[in-house]
């Protein structure tokens, strides 16, 4: 079956509108880093319009800066939704239009729907994409967070009409969200549509620095998704619950049993036990580069034991009542 690529989530790359500073915020330091994922072997970014949260443009404004595609850097980037953009003609060709000028390229690798638009007819927005695609802008069609019944009509839409079709879907999967699974991953199986897994540590919380924090220092959720400027509601409401602090508590036992870190089992379940396999990928972000050497080794270590991929479905099983 193989294993999933690493793309490195570029969308923590810049400076919010508050001001908040993530990692990596000026052209050098981002061309520093971008020499160092090289030295371990990621190539392909994950970029976002939108990003970062409060300032759209601003990872690709600091990725065309650092010459990001001059350093041979497969870039992904996703049509704006931001300010009121919809997925209709003029909305995808401007926001394309300014990706690749501040990219400083003349396509991407793949171009996404960053999220569904209701108000625009699917079949506007497929024969869009279609005429970007045609115009040569991008090379694979993806859809973002879409549903298993949004994945089917757009598929049909496509094939009837003749356009480009998706074949990359970015969702969110890992060892606590696995919905995907049971109907979407099917679906997708069967037009041969590759899948790219966001937040394999769903978000930080599999590490177990969540369910853990009263027993760290004060200032472990610092600048992280779960705590103050930087909290991202839509983590807080989906993992912040009894019941995945239950799952975390139980899978931490099992682990700390076996010498293993929460994080390292989170990964190299999702390398090697997941569904994911040869043509699918991980998109890894980091907030540091020791951070991103840690989380790349694990997932590069072999599969787990059989005792340990157990307790994962066990835990899965649990979740789902």
């Avoid at 802008?137 to 009509?153: I, P, V």
């Avoid at 094939?159 to 997708?188: H, I, M, W």
Wanted: charged fraction near 20%.
């Amino acid at each position: 079956m193989g294993t999933p690529k690493i793309v490195f989530g570029a969308g923590g790359i810049g400076t919010t509108a508050t001001g908040f500073t993530f990692t990596w915020d000026s052209p050098e330091a981002i061309s520093d880093f971008l020499s160092k994922l090289a030295s371990l072997g990621i190539s392909d970014l994950d970029s976002v319009a939108s990003y970062p949260p409060g300032n759209p443009w601003n990872t690709e404004t600091l990725l065309g800066q650092a010459k990001a595609v001059d350093q041979n850097f497969v870039i992904d980037t996703k049509v704006a939704a931001h300010d009121g953009n919809k997925l209709n003609h003029a909305s995808i060709s401007a926001s394309v239009d300014k990706s690749l000028s501040l990219l400083g390229t003349q396509r991407v690798h793949i171009l996404y729907s960053h999220a569904p638009d209701p108000s625009t007819p699917l079949e506007e927005t497929a024969a869009a994409y279609n005429q970007q695609y045609v115009a040569g802008r991008f090379e694979k069609l993806g859809l973002y967070n879409h549903t298993t019944e949004q994945w089917s009509d757009f598929l049909r839409i496509c094939d009837e009409n003749g356009y480009v079709k998706p074949s990359v879907c970015q969702n969110q999967y890992n060892a606590l969200f696995r919905q995907d699974e049971a109907t979407l991953l099917p679906l997708l199986r069967q037009h041969g549509v590759q899948y790219y897994a966001y937040s394999p540590l769903a978000g930080g919380f599999l590490t177990g620095k969540v369910t853990f924090a009263s027993l760290g220092p004060p200032e472990s959720l610092r600048r992280t998704r779960w705590e103050g400027e930087s909290a991202f509601q839509m983590y807080v409401s989906v993992y912040d619950k009894p019941e995945m602090h239950a799952a975390i508590q139980s899978i931490h036992s099992v682990c700390q049993r076996n010498n293993l870190s929460l994080s390292e089992v989170a990964l190299r379940w999702l390398m090697h036990h997941s569904e994911l396999g040869a043509g699918d990928a991980i998109i890894l972000g980091a907030k540091t580069v020791e951070q991103l050497e840690n989380n790349l080794a694990d997932c590069r270590k072999p599969p787990l034991p059989d005792m340990i991929v157990q307790a994962v479905e066990d835990m899965w099983t649990r979740l789902q009542g």
